[in-house]
């Protein structure tokens, strides 16, 4: 009887133990969500203006213009105005997230713009789920959680992961998509093959910069797995490429066709010099410092060193994805801080490994040398990652927009308006329902001379384009008045014309010279 009582005893404490993991878990994980989704409402009403103004209220005006399309109660008048304000706007990727934002707004009966903040959240929350069964999957538990903690809590993460703009949801599939790949390394199977590709298939239709991580995960997890001849005569592997392939090869070679090649020699072909001079690459890494505090990516990259040996390919494919990204659109992975977005998930999935070997270390020391270092651990971990909340909060939009809005009745109507304004325009045509042509920044200018031209400031040919520019238009607004005064041959040129100063504006009638 008393042999009977010790593997009892001992099967009740393992049932005990089994469930207060459980229930760490389940805390952990709760808690870790709550604060990543909570964080993210604060504010989430606020005008999308809080960061890349130009590029949401791009997604924005072509999601009103779809809507005005859709819903057949609209104004007519309105309707052809939202259409023509959307119709300025090049489409390169899919309009995949305005187009579910459009059927919503139909669906409530108005134009509410937290609703793309709601659903960017859901995306990256969705993702959250990937980042930790992926975390969990190379390496234990504890680094999941702490993957987990980093991708909903970086403070560049909060910020761009609730913008209403494709890169949340790009993200999310590729991040999907390489827990698919993750899977299918380890058992080959064809319900692995087959998520994997159609998870990978959409993360590039919807935006083409997800063909990168795609690329280097599926090379580097199947070379681990086969030899390249193997590989060239597995059925699994040629069925994951022909799945994968099918959709974005549709879009972006069917659909899109020279038009995609168009932007290839825009903004690829034309800036890879770049790729050739260490200043690139310096402001690449100072800019990496600044969304993500240069200590985390410290610790992210040596924490390589931590994974197992058959984990390391993983995160390594991570890495190269996102550098193959930067060295594909060099110019635009050190100005426009959105094409780091896959970062996040990249850094937060690195860190897992240096976490899993801290806490396992923890675990097997005495109660109160792992309390020290557990809330050191913590301390470090709110160290790295303060600063969260004062970007959401810093500014209330509402007021501003009540600016642009009071132009509507300003601006003349049915005229032709070139504008030298607020984020290319955006704000002016959306809230002002008013059609602009683009005058381009001095930041183009420089992009100019990034991609080997040779066009200042003072370069006789923006004589040449002014005087093109005006040939059909009505009027000039300018709203920039630094750029103005930075571009002299402009200003110069404007000043000859009969002009009316408004609240924060200027508008030239180009039919009335001085």
Not at 219 to 236: G, H, I
């Amino acid at each position: 009887m008393a042999e009977s009582k010790i593997p009892t005893s001992i099967y009740f404490k393992k049932r005990k133990n089994r469930l207060n993991s459980k229930i760490f878990l389940f805390l952990a994980w709760f808690i870790i969500f709550g604060a990543g989704i909570g964080i993210r409402l604060i504010n989430f009403t606020n005008p999308p203006l809080d960061f890349q103004a130009w590029r949401q209220l791009r997604s924005a005006s072509i999601a009103r213009g779809m809507y005005y399309e859709m819903d057949p109660s609209a104004d007519p008048k309105s309707r052809e105005l939202a259409v023509e304000i959307a119709n300025q706007f090049d489409i390169m990727e899919p309009t995949v997230f305005e187009r579910l934002v459009a059927a919503t707004y139909l669906l409530l009966g108005g134009e509410y713009l937290f609703i793309p903040r709601l659903y960017a959240i859901l995306f990256w929350t969705i993702g959250g789920i990937g980042v930790f069964l992926i975390s969990k999957q190379i390496t234990t538990v504890y680094g999941g959680l702490v993957s987990l903690f980093f991708y909903f809590l970086m403070p560049f993460g909060v910020t761009a992961s609730r913008a209403f703009m494709p890169d949340p949801l790009m993200v999310m599939w590729i991040i999907l998509a390489a827990y698919a790949l993750l899977r299918w390394s380890e058992v080959q199977s064809w319900k692995w093959t087959i998520l994997a590709g159609i998870f990978s298939g959409i993360a590039v239709y919807i935006k083409v910069f997800a063909v990168f991580p795609i690329i280097s995960l599926s090379v580097l997890l199947t070379l681990s797995k086969f030899s390249l001849r193997q590989a060239l005569t597995n059925q699994k592997v040629w069925g994951l490429v022909g799945i994968m392939v099918l959709l974005p090869a549709i879009y972006y070679f069917g659909i899109m066709g020279g038009h995609a090649s168009n932007y290839i020699n825009d903004w690829v072909l034309g800036f890879n010099n770049l790729l050739i001079q260490f200043n690139f690459y310096r402001q690449w890494l100072t800019m990496l410092s600044f969304l993500f505090n240069k200590y985390i990516v410290i610790f992210s990259l040596l924490s390589f060193f931590f994974f197992p040996h058959k984990s390391k390919i993983f995160v390594l494919a991570l890495w190269l994805g996102y550098f193959l990204i930067g060295c594909f659109v060099p110019s635009l992975i050190i100005t426009h801080t959105y094409y780091s977005l896959f970062a996040v998930p990249v850094i937060s999935i690195s860190l897992a490994g240096l976490a899993s070997f801290v806490f396992s270390s923890i675990s097997r020391q005495p109660v109160k040398i792992a309390s020290l270092c557990t809330l050191f651990v913590l301390g470090g971990i709110f160290f790295t990652t303060n600063g969260i909340y004062s970007p959401l909060r810093v500014k209330d939009y509402h007021q501003e927009i009540l600016g642009w809005e009071k132009m509507k009745d300003e601006l003349p109507k049915d005229s032709v308006i070139i504008g030298l304004t607020h984020d290319y325009n955006t704000r002016v045509m959306y809230y002002a329902w008013t059609p602009l042509r683009k005058w381009p920044y001095i930041a183009d200018m420089e992009m100019n001379v990034l991609s080997g031209g040779n066009l200042n400031l003072n370069d006789p040919y923006w004589q040449k384009y002014f005087d093109e520019s005006i040939k059909d238009a009505d009027y000039f607004l300018v709203t920039l008045m630094n750029e103005l005064e930075g571009q002299p041959i402009l200003k110069q040129n404007l000043y000859k014309y009969a002009h009316t100063e408004g609240d924060g504006y200027i508008l030239f009638d180009l039919h009335k010279k001085n």
